[in-house]
């Protein structure tokens, strides 16, 4: 047989019919959905007069537009509210399983979706949500889809979708002390710019890799989206068993041999041929951070903005517009610059250990008065789960808040908002403009960079505090 | 659903040359709450269009009367960022029909085609005239000719190829939608699941 990448071995396995010199109708096993890019496709479905296909293969979170405090009364801005309470009805309608506000389970989508069990390896999942590539940490196919395709998933559970490229990149070596996975992924993105991986799926492989948690393999492949790439996978490993046992989301006499059977062969075969294969190596990566408004604008923290010479010719203008939104100068150095806002949260950085790392840093010391911190689980299991350990404890020493579940700042859309020209350092995972609030200017990083930069006021290079 | 037919579509250009315009910049988030389809081509660029007072910026492209047409002409990289398709929805309903580029980003280039929106993909060097072209003489006509695959611009005698995929090719030109196709093949999707059951 023919070596078969891990990519194709899940695809192929998932295609119902080839369209001649078209797309694959691909079978979707796993469809999540929230409140914000579903109800226009809900709206589809009941003018075309047909129910949802596979109810049960569908699972409902609100996460987006939600306030994080207070969730326990009813949502202040009202389109916001009015939004979750469709997707609470449509849910109902259609037999889909939602977990809203408040709800024990409820969290960012694709926060929930592993903890829950509900994302198994060698999968296909989609959601409409560009970070859907998160749960590719797996070793699923998972990708990001439009409110059209959305519309498809619940009417057929496929979608049409071209066979991307496959890529490698291999990372050898080993991360060093303050480094983390974010810091990988931001400069993996930093040398190949925002569209180097455009239409390719791309499979992360090498020692670094397998080194990493689940935690933090979920923000490498949740990151992917940014540098253009359709999804990102990992194959899955010891380390994959340990999350799902750990995850108490299996019930106690669960098959485990079974699954980890059915995993054998979920690899990419030995000779198998990529269309594209990249090598860094972790050793020579420090703790990152962007300076401009996409995150391929990414520099070692300790380095300086490039000076405009470095930059070619047609891309000039749009660095130079990006530099002067940020109120950055080209050539200037980034170490000691005032931060007013920290966001700790989102789907790349709002998990269990990203809390753990922030509160290390943080134990002992005392928030700077010029800050205004952040700190949002991203579900309500790590928000029960910062409370057991002691973490929320060891944040309120130290004068920050644990606030409750969602989306919030890393796009903006409830009150979570850094007001204009204001810098904030967050562990989210764009930086486009206005895309923490109208004028805010994000600097991407780290939690444990955000930690440095919470308790100093300024941007903070984490191994000062780190033995 | 059908859609509107995509065939010749023959108009002046709106030109906006910057790179990696993001579906952000496109439409922004805050603007996303809405549960219906239309509308959102008031909020198109909105904080390129609009100051922080609400103020219409001059300076930008879109507020410039000298500028119209159904077809926007847009540096490299369009589309990426985030798969809100509410950002093809915008372009669509501000009245554009296409979008060129040297790059699109994967997410928005299928978001656009499941609209009817068609983004033309052109060699960098074209791209670069056109926009040359466009910005010292507004009045230019171009022409996109979807059965042939070919853009030009007739007063200038030049044109240029571009690709898409025949499926979705055929899709635009008859204004069929993905999901009339996918039902159509519903038995047999049913099949596939009892397959795999075992
Ligand atoms: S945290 Fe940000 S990136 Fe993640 S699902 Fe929410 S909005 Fe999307």
């Given at each position: ?5 891990l990519f ?13 010199g ?11 959905i ?7 496709a809900?709206?589809?479905l009941?003018?075309r ?6 109810p ?18 009813p949502?202040?801005?009202l389109?916001s ?5 469709k997707?609470?009805?449509n849910?109902t309608?259609?037999?889909?399983e939602?977990?809203?506000l408040n709800?024990?389970?409820n ?15 060698g999968m296909t999942?989609?959601?409409?949500d ?20 959305v519309?498809?998933?619940l009417?057929?559970q ?5 066979k ?10 080993t991360l060093?002390k ?8 931001m400069y ?7 569209s180097?991986?455009?239409g390719?799926f791309?499979?992360?492989a ?7 948690s689940?935690e933090?393999r ?18 899955p490993d010891?380390e994959t ?20 059977l059915?995993?054998k062969?979920l690899k990419?075969?030995p000779?198998a041929?990529f269309?594209?294969e990249?090598?860094?190596n ?12 996409n995150p391929?604008m990414g520099?070692?923290i ?5 000076s405009?010479?470095k930059i ?16 950055f ?7 000691g610059?005032?931060v007013?806002y920290?966001?700790?949260g989102s789907c790349t950085n709002?998990?269990?250990?990203d809390l753990r790392a922030?509160?290390n ?8 008065p010029?800050v ?11 928000e ?15 004068g920050?808040?644990l606030?409750?579940?969602?989306c919030s ?10 007001p ?14 206005g895309r ?9 990083a780290?939690p444990?960079t955000a930690?440095?930069?919470a308790?100093?006021g300024?941007?903070?290079?984490p191994r000062?505090?780190?033995? | 659903?059908s ?12 030109p ?5 315009i993001d579906?952000d ?11 219906s ?6 909020n ?15 300076q930008?492209?879109l507020n ?9 002409v847009?540096?490299k990289?369009?589309?990426?960022g985030?798969s809100?398709e509410?950002?093809v929805?915008a ?12 790059f699109f980003?994967?997410?928005f280039?299928?978001n656009?085609?499941?609209?009817g ?5 052109v ?5 670069s ?14 022409r996109?000719?979807?059965?042939n ?8 005698n ?9 499926y979705?090719?055929?899709c ?12 159509s ?13 075992k």
């Amino acid at each position: 047989m023919e070596p078969k990448t891990l990519f194709d071995k899940i695809w192929d396995s998932h295609v119902v019919r080839s369209i001649k010199g078209g797309p694959d109708v691909l079978y979707i096993d796993r469809h999540y959905i929230h409140e914000v890019t579903s109800p226009q496709a809900f709206n589809g479905l009941k003018k075309r007069g047909i129910p949802v296909f596979r109810p049960a293969r569908t699972l409902a979170t609100a996460d987006h537009n939600i306030p994080t405090i207070n969730q326990d009364q009813p949502i202040r801005d009202l389109l916001s509210r009015k939004q979750v309470e469709k997707l609470a009805e449509n849910c109902t309608e259609h037999g889909i399983e939602f977990y809203g506000l408040n709800h024990q389970r409820n969290g960012i989508v694709h926060v929930i979706g592993p903890e829950l069990g509900f994302t198994r390896p060698g999968m296909t999942i989609v959601c409409g949500d560009s970070h859907t590539s998160t749960h590719g940490a797996f070793g699923t196919i998972a990708f990001g889809i439009g409110t059209s395709e959305v519309e498809m998933v619940l009417a057929t559970q496929c979608i049409l979708q071209l066979k991307p490229k496959r890529m490698r990149i291999t990372i050898n070596g080993t991360l060093q002390k303050g480094v983390t996975s974010k810091d990988l992924i931001m400069y993996i993105i930093s040398q190949i710019s925002t569209s180097g991986a455009t239409g390719y799926f791309v499979e992360y492989a090498g020692q670094a890799i397998r080194k990493l948690s689940m935690e933090a393999r979920m923000t490498v492949c949740n990151m992917s989206i940014e540098m253009g790439a359709r999804g990102g996978l990992i194959a899955p490993d010891e380390e994959t068993l340990r999350y799902y046992k750990n995850s108490g989301a299996f019930p106690e006499n669960f098959d485990w041999n079974q699954m980890t059977l059915q995993w054998k062969d979920l690899k990419s075969d030995p000779d198998a041929v990529f269309d594209r294969e990249l090598e860094f190596n972790a050793d020579l990566i420090s703790p990152m951070i962007t300076f401009g408004t996409n995150p391929g604008m990414g520099v070692a923290i300790t380095e300086s903005i490039p000076s405009i010479d470095k930059i070619n010719g047609d891309a000039s203008a749009s660095f130079l517009k990006s530099l002067d939104y940020m109120g950055f100068k080209p050539g200037m150095k980034l170490l000691g610059h005032p931060v007013d806002y920290v966001f700790l949260g989102s789907c790349t950085n709002g998990r269990i250990e990203d809390l753990r790392a922030f509160a290390n840093i943080v134990r002992g010391r005392k928030k700077a008065p010029n800050v205004t911190v952040l700190i949002v689980p991203g579900s309500k299991m790590v928000e029960r789960q910062a409370r057991e350990e002691g973490l929320e404890a060891i944040l309120e020493d130290a004068g920050f808040r644990l606030r409750e579940p969602g989306c919030s700042s890393c796009l903006a859309m409830n009150e979570d908002k850094i007001p204009p020209r204001k810098y904030a350092v967050s562990t989210s995972n764009r930086n486009f403009e206005g895309r923490q609030g109208p004028g805010a200017r994000t600097l991407l990083a780290s939690p444990l960079t955000a930690a440095a930069a919470a308790i100093t006021g300024k941007i903070t290079d984490p191994r000062e505090f780190i033995d | 659903m059908s859609k509107e037919k995509f065939e010749i579509l023959e108009s002046t250009c709106v030109p906006l040359p910057l790179q990696n315009i993001d579906t952000d910049q496109i439409v922004p988030a805050r603007f996303l709450s809405a549960t219906s389809r239309e509308g959102f081509g008031e909020n198109l660029f909105r904080d390129w269009r609009f100051d922080k007072a609400g103020n219409l910026n001059p300076q930008f492209v879109l507020n410039n009367p000298e500028f119209g047409g159904k077809i926007l002409v847009a540096g490299k990289n369009f589309g990426s960022g985030s798969s809100r398709e509410h950002a093809v929805w915008a372009i669509y309903d501000y009245g554009f029909r296409a979008v060129v580029s040297s790059f699109f980003a994967d997410i928005f280039k299928n978001n656009a085609l499941n609209n009817g929106l068609l983004p033309v993909v052109v060699p960098e060097e074209f791209l670069s005239e056109l926009i040359d072209l466009v910005r010292k003489k507004p009045q230019t006509i171009v022409r996109i000719d979807l059965m042939n695959q070919v853009i030009s611009i007739p007063s200038e005698n030049r044109s240029a190829g571009f690709d898409i995929n025949p499926y979705r090719k055929d899709c635009l030109l008859r204004g069929l939608d993905d999901i009339d196709y996918l039902l159509s093949i519903k038995d047999e999707i049913i099949a596939f699941e009892e397959k795999n059951k075992k």
